[in-house]
């Protein structure tokens, strides 16, 4: 009988996107899903380690399968991702009921140390240089209209609290021709929306071409019969050209949404964050795209609690927050990560002061979500319809080009098909509407 698997997933789009190649990885040579973790016979974890949260959220639930493990004893556990590069053999140490720890450079291994694993071996496979990621997997893609599509992997700016560049490694871009050749055949599989991914998508082209070529990129994917929607994520400051907001403005596919983290607001936290860009320059890039872009959404990621984070400094990013007008944020509390720059940094914010500034950051940002999604009220737009509501089975949920979520009444054969929505109400998070 087939074995079955269980994928659990930490962490961000391309971590997502890895678990899709796991999937058709495991599918081609023969496994079979399991409905949950009960009913598995191989238990993958995908890591993430950006945050300790994320990384104690992971030894929770993989210690909590001991049990599991011992009622079944024939039970494989592996663990890939960042976690499982950073941590290597030492995983093992902490957990020793997982049997295969794979990392972030080793996914085509999988198969092969299942098989070991098999044999009551247990097995760690941690490659240090990048070899999978240019491979073409078999991919199990999850949605059959809206997907993603890797550009590049790894990432070279080293911002002095960030984890991915050792996790992830050097920043390495995909071949553009092979790019197109798999949007090509996702138009001709009848996909309707793509996401382009890569830590640092404005710097695609550097490493292999010597230029960027992402706004190119944009322009021939955006030729691509078929294909309605080019989204991308995520967007460097530094590296935003202006043939990329040119691209946004001209291309029809090219949705108006830019992800652009900000980190902080301060000159000095960002200096010590090493962003390369000041308060007035990313507040000049976000006017020229309004300017050019005028109903492009722009979203950010934002940290509290930097070492040495002043009060003086948490009141530019206050600054930035009202003067950009963002349409949503990720706001985190910054969390030191071991072997990183900041983590070493003496001058570390206490507990209270960081949630304290958590807190009077969201509620602005919040209240900026709401006053950008009133403004909508009234408008007619396009969207992509999803699925159904989690909350009500009648109600269907989608998203704008702008990345919106949105609500609306309309029947189950709608999902996957674009349709247009009068916008309603408005929500911080979502909007509600009527089917026009
Ligand atoms: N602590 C808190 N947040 C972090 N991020 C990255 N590293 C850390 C860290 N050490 C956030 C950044 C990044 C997002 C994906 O996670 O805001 O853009
Ligand atoms: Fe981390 Fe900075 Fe690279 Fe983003 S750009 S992945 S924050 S090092």
Redesign the pocket.
């Known amino acids: 009988m087939n074995k079955k698997f269980f994928i659990v997933t930490y962490g961000?789009q391309m971590n997502k996107h890895d678990s899709e190649k796991i999937a058709g990885l495991l599918l081609s040579c023969g496994y079979k899903w399991a409905k949950d973790i009960n009913d598995a016979d191989i238990v993958v974890f995908n890591t993430c380690c950006?945050?300790k949260s994320a990384e104690d959220r992971l030894f929770g639930v993989v210690g909590s399968l001991k049990s599991l493990k011992e009622k079944k004893k024939e039970l494989i556990i592996a663990v890939g991702g960042c976690v499982a590069q950073k941590e290597g053999v030492n995983l093992q140490k902490i957990l020793p009921h997982v049997d295969v720890v794979f990392g972030t450079h080793n996914i085509a291994s999988l198969p092969n140390l299942i098989e070991k694993a098999k044999n009551k071996k247990v097995v760690c496979e941690i490659l240090r240089a990048p070899r999978d990621e240019l491979k073409i997997f078999p991919i199990e893609r999850k949605n059959l209209v809206r997907t993603w599509v890797s550009i590049s992997t790894g990432c070279n700016n080293f911002?002095s609290?960030?984890?991915?560049p050792y996790v992830r490694g050097r920043e390495m871009s995909r071949p553009f021709e092979d790019i197109v050749f798999e949007v090509e055949k996702l138009a001709d599989e009848g996909f309707l929306e793509i996401t382009l991914l890569g830590q640092n998508v404005n710097s695609y082209g550097r490493d292999i071409y010597n230029k960027l070529r992402f706004a190119e990129l944009l322009k021939r994917l955006n030729k691509i019969e078929g294909i309605k929607r080019i989204r991308f994520i995520?967007s460097h400051p530094r590296d935003f050209n202006n043939d990329v907001i040119l691209a946004l403005a001209e291309r029809e596919k090219v949705c108006e949404h830019v992800h652009l983290?900000i980190?902080a607001g301060s000159d000095n936290v960002l200096k010590a964050m090493g962003r390369g860009y000041t308060k007035e320059s990313y507040l000049n890039l976000v006017e020229e795209i309004y300017e050019i872009v005028p109903s492009c959404s722009i979203t950010t990621?934002?940290?509290v609690g930097f070492p040495g984070e002043k009060e003086e400094d948490f009141l530019d990013t206050l600054d930035v927050v009202k003067q950009a007008k963002f349409d949503n944020a990720?706001t985190?509390?910054?969390?030191?990560?071991e072997g990183?720059k900041?983590a070493e940094m003496k001058n570390q914010i206490t507990d209270e002061v960081k949630m304290d500034r958590f807190n009077r950051l969201l509620e602005v940002q919040n209240r900026n979500s709401l006053k950008c999604n009133l403004s909508f009220v009234g408008d007619e737009v396009e969207v992509l319809v999803e699925g159904l509501s989690k909350k009500n089975g009648d109600v269907l949920t989608g998203r704008t080009r702008t990345n919106k979520v949105i609500n609306f009444l309309g029947r189950p054969s709608l999902i996957n098909k674009l349709v247009r929505v009068k916008i309603k109400e408005a929500r911080s998070w979502s909007l509600k509407g009527e089917l026009v």
């Open positions: 961000c950006v945050r911002c609290y960030c984890i991915v995520s983290p980190q990621d934002i940290m990720f985190f509390i910054y969390s030191p990560r990183t900041a």
